[in-house]
């Protein structure tokens, strides 16, 4: 069983839709990250958080450190939303070091 | 800036073949980390430096080393390749080892070992 678990794996919207990708945690973590894997696969990183909500742009990620759940949300998605996002938790029972999800392949389609 | 840098970027090396993958970041990092991404799994970790001089095993180490030459580069080596060990490699870096530090992440390396 993986530590840090993604739904959807695969999702696939229309441009415009409101989107949603949910990640859970099994371990103890410090904080958690979401992270964008571009189609030429370079990473970056969208949001770290412990605790509520963060707003950057049309992204939004809330956690709820209780449930053991974080969700992103993409509003007025667009294709060039597309790519691989990451969840990743800073796991305290793995030395803080983080924990990664296995992606959620985001298709927008025009 | 650059940020951090990989080298090569697509290897095929054959079965019991060595190489080594150079990673250099030029933000004054003081951790770096080497991470294997595979299909269906999520990224995982290999090794990584918290500091100039100082490396750790991460969860997945069977197989290879790490050198931390300097502050600015963090080398992973295969020392004998295996077909396991086909994955895209990727190097990153972190101000510090720590929950809320963000880890820049290199452009990647795709190594398949025949």
């Known amino acids: 069983k993986n530590e840090v678990e993604q739904s959807p794996q695969n999702l696939t919207a229309q441009e415009g839709e409101f989107i949603t990708i949910n990640c859970s945690y099994s371990?103890?973590?410090?904080?958690l990250h979401w992270l964008q894997q571009h189609p030429g696969g370079g990473i970056v990183s969208l949001f770290m958080?412990?605790?509520g909500k963060k707003k950057h742009g049309r992204l939004i990620a809330t956690i709820n450190i209780q449930e053991k759940h974080s969700s992103l949300h993409i509003t007025a998605s667009h294709p060039r939303d597309s790519a691989v996002y990451i969840c990743?938790?800073?796991?305290?029972?793995?030395?803080?070091?983080?924990?990664f999800g296995a992606g959620t392949i985001l298709r927008v389609k025009s | 800036n650059a940020g951090v840098t990989q080298t090569p970027k697509f290897q095929v090396l054959k079965t019991g073949q060595s190489m080594t993958l150079q990673c250099a970041q030029d933000?004054?990092?003081?951790?770096m980390y080497w991470y294997r991404q595979d299909p269906g799994m999520g990224l995982r970790l290999i090794y990584y430096?918290?500091?100039?001089?100082?490396?750790d095993k991460g969860e997945v180490p069977n197989g290879y080393n790490v050198s931390r030459l300097n502050k600015r580069e963090f080398s992973l080596r295969l020392e004998s390749a295996a077909p396991s060990q086909t994955s895209v490699y990727f190097c990153?870096?972190?101000?510090?080892?720590?929950?809320?530090?963000?880890?820049?992440f290199g452009p990647g390396t795709r190594l398949t070992v025949l």
């Open positions: 430096s918290a500091s100039e001089g100082t490396t």
């Open positions: 990153a870096s972190s101000a510090r080892d720590r929950a809320y530090n963000e880890q820049f």
């Open positions: 958080l412990s605790s």
């Open positions: 371990v103890g973590i410090s904080a």
């Open positions: 933000m004054n990092h003081n951790s």
């Open positions: 990743a938790g800073r796991s305290m029972e793995y030395g803080n070091k983080l924990v």
